[in-house]
């Protein structure tokens, strides 16, 4: 999984919650689907951009994960690598196209795991427990110092 950072904790939700507000959600279109609403929150690119990229190539996001390059020239790859330098990795990307990432999908209570990949409703609840899960794991990060009691000094 992604190393969590604040950067990335805050990419995501701010997709969830441009994802939840949008009309345009297309699983199909590669600009407007899962990772096409991450890559425009990333990247900055717009969604026809972005889809116009990835249609020199063949296949959704998880194919064309798999064939990445970051040394091919191919302007998606271009996107992915943009992507993987903010701290995503291709695994995360191949998950969130099919909302598969085990360790998700368990923080989710056992009757609600059964998300499907192309609902809007499901992917928002996808990315925010991702980001849930990339929080806490920097707080547990987080060591507080043992204070010490200390003597009062009465006047």
């Known amino acids: ?3 969590a ?3 990335l ?5 701010k997709t969830a919650k441009t994802l939840e507000q949008s009309k345009e959600y297309q699983w199909g279109h590669m600009g407007s689907c899962n990772c096409g609403f991450l890559a425009q929150q990333v990247t900055q690119l717009r969604k026809d ?3 116009r990229r990835a ?3 063949y296949g959704d996001w998880s194919e064309q994960l798999n064939d990445y390059c970051p040394t091919s020239g191919l302007p998606l790859d271009d996107v992915i690598s943009e992507m993987i330098a903010f701290g995503f990795d ?3 990307l191949k998950h969130l196209e099919k909302l598969s990432d085990p360790a998700i999908l368990r923080s989710f209570p056992l009757g609600q795991r059964d998300l499907k990949h192309n609902l809007k409703k499901d992917v928002v609840a996808y990315m925010l427990a991702w980001a849930n899960l990339l929080e ?3 707080l547990n990060k987080i060591e507080l110092p043992v204070l010490q009691e200390t003597s009062k ?3």
């Open 9 to 13: 904790i805050d990419a995501i939700r």
């Open 90 to 92: 291709a695994q995360d």
């Open 5 to 7: 950072s604040l950067s």
């Open 136 to 138: 806490q794991e920097l």
């Open 49 to 51: 951009e972005i889809h």
């Open 55 to 57: 249609m020199e190539r």
């Open 1 to 3: 999984m992604a190393k």
């Open 153 to 155: 000094v009465e006047a």
